[in-house]
């Protein structure tokens, strides 16, 4: 036998499993080799959904209540983030359907599950600290999860990854506000 023949049959699919995954309709996209985790990478999306959420409403906050001279350009600022954030927010939840959860919105424990803080800041460079700050937090969490998933759901890995380097940009676009 060769050593091309040995590769290809050690790069054999398993059938069994492939039969088995189409068994289950109702499940939709989550197969068997989705495992016992399943529901703990929901507790993390549902944790992650409340940080983002928190952050919309920060930035939001910070949007309408900015003031001075360098405010139009930083409130604009403030507001396009919080559209991004709600695009995260929306994403996450989206995955959190695929794997067969529920998203939680609700607003009775939105601060609680946050990783991020909301902040009530009157005065502008505090806001932008604020924002930085909690950046930095969502790029931490993100990094983390995306260590614990590894490669049992490289669905969510990336997902996870595309929000980390939104939330890289909105980091560096702080610090550039912070220092300007």
Not at 19 to 37: F, I, K, N, Q
């Amino acid at each position: 036998m060769s050593k091309t023949t040995s590769q290809a049959e050690h790069l054999a699919l398993d059938e069994k499993a492939i039969r088995a995954a189409a068994t289950h309709l109702d499940e939709g996209a989550v197969t068997p080799s989705y495992g016992p985790w399943r529901d703990g990478i929901v507790k993390l999306l549902n944790d992650a959904l409340a940080t983002e959420l928190v952050c919309v409403l920060r930035y939001k906050r910070h949007h309408f209540t900015a003031h001075g001279m360098a405010s139009p350009k930083v409130a604009e600022e403030f507001m396009v983030h919080a559209v991004e954030e709600a695009a995260h927010a929306d994403r996450l939840a989206r995955r959190i359907v695929q794997l067969g959860g529920e998203p939680d919105f609700s607003p009775d424990s939105l601060s609680a599950r946050s990783n991020a803080r909301y902040d009530t800041s009157s005065e502008l460079q505090a806001m932008v600290k604020a924002n930085l700050i909690a950046e930095r937090v969502a790029i931490e969490t993100y990094r983390q999860m995306i260590d614990l998933i590894g490669d049992t759901d490289p669905t969510t890995r990336r997902l996870l990854e595309d929000i980390l380097g939104d939330e890289e940009e909105h980091a560096d676009e702080m610090k550039d506000l912070l220092e300007g």
